[in-house]
């Protein structure tokens, strides 16, 4: 039921790579594009779409799936090579350098990969001599797709040829560009997603794709949202198909348990070092604590390694789940278990609100806006109104030089002005009479 909407930045790249692959006056700055992000985002639907463009363009394109062909990638690649190509031209003996070599000479070549991620390090290492070995040629165009940014540094040829792309969710707009398209290859009216449905499953989902398709599935099964039964069979529903059978799928027996209570506690803060980790699972998961708080250095790699979504983010500077998944684990937790949520929100509030007070500089800006994200996310929050405003008023005495930082890290924080809600055009009131003030203040010394 999948189906493809355009993702501008990533299809204007792929075009304007494809034309100057075709044009022989110029070169590819970066011949070789990896696409990554978590299962379920997209990234074979945007391969098939690379594929197309092959077929349109009448250039030979090798796709190696890494989960079916990962012992046998060579010999896939010169089984592709050779249908493009006359027999007398390839004989059976020869390497896939070799092979995609003699298919050069012909013209452009594009390779894809998807699910690198499942290859082992050594068929990685393979994949980059391979690279390398055939980078040079200018009429080479790979991409690479994967759940999680595999670096490719062991070539240095490759290793600097390469360029990352995260694959995210859907923006609203391209959710209800791909409800449209849904809607039309759908046979009978009895299909069509009412409207208010439609918010609903943006709201939900926050344009996972695969939660999208799930959701709809469901729907389109007879399970409403809008009542509290159609809610929980849904609800159950993405738990099982998306988190249990998808991101959970390499944790096994007890493993499963401790992952999904673990990453479903850790997607409440919107990063998290040690201390928080520890501190949560002390809290709110005492079982799966420690014997000692050096243990826990070990927790987000074994995390990470299971499930592919958890893993250090340099904008937050802290262990984060990755983003679609985050969402639908805060869903999840949120509808199922409302009141043990907003304590942990409030709990959180109240461990950033000590951290920020025992921090200096930038660490105290950054933990203030996690305090101030934690007490807007908590509905229960007795005047809530009332304390965020005072740590609004408390962070607007900081030093100018402070708060610019601030400012700044606010005006691109659009999960924290979700969360302010109504409160939102009071605290940016407070932010700009306070900017303006320091711009005076400037102006007159």
Known sequence: ??????????????????????????????????????SGIGKTLL?????????????????????????????????????????????????????????????????????????????VLEIEELLGNLINDEQLFVVL???????????????????????????????????????QSQDTP????????????????????????????????????????GKDQILNILKERVIDQEILKDAVGALKDICYTALRLFSVPRCSNLIIMEELIKKFAPKLQRESSLAYFSLPKELHETTHIFSWNRERFGFAVETPVRHLFLLLYSL???????EVHNFLA??????????????????????????????????????????????????????QSFFEDFAQDQELKEALGPYLAMVEQAIEQRAAQIKKDMLEG
């Open 1 to 38: 039921m999948s189906v493809f909407v355009d993702r501008d930045r990533e299809m204007r790249l792929i075009e304007d790579s494809f034309q100057i692959l075709l044009d022989k006056n110029r070169l590819l700055r970066n011949p070789i594009l990896e696409f990554y992000g978590v």
């Open 47 to 123: 391969l098939e779409q690379i594929k197309e463009r092959c077929r349109v363009t009448h250039l030979p394109c090798i796709w190696i799936d890494l989960t079916e062909k990962k012992e046998v990638f060579q010999l896939e690649v010169v089984t592709q090579v050779k249908k493009y190509l006359q027999q007398e031209n390839l004989q059976l003996e020869q390497s896939a350098v070799s092979a995609t070599k003699v298919l050069l000479q012909q013209g452009p070549v594009v390779m894809l990969f998807d699910a690198i991620d499942e290859a082992s390090s050594e068929q």
């Open 145 to 183: 797709a994967s759940k999680t940014m595999v670096e490719l540094k062991r070539e240095r040829s490759v290793a600097r040829k390469l360029k990352w792309h995260l694959l995210e969710a859907l923006d609203r707009n391209s959710c209800e560009e791909y409800l449209d398209k849904l809607g």
């Open 190 to 229: 009895a299909k069509q997603i009412e409207p208010d449905v439609r918010a609903l499953i943006f709201t939900w989902t926050r344009g996972y794709p695969l939660a999208m398709n799930i959701m709809i599935e469901a729907i389109n099964a007879g399970h409403d949202p809008r009542t509290e039964t």
């Open 336 to 342: 199922g278990q409302p009141q043990e949520y907003n």
């Open 350 to 403: 109240q461990l950033n609100q000590q951290l920020a007070n025992e921090a200096a500089g930038q660490d105290r800006v950054r933990y203030t806006r996690e305090y101030l994200y934690h007490l807007a996310s908590n509905p229960d929050l007795v005047n809530q109104s009332q304390q965020i405003m005072e740590v609004i008023a408390a962070m607007l005495k900081e030093q100018p030089v402070l708060l």
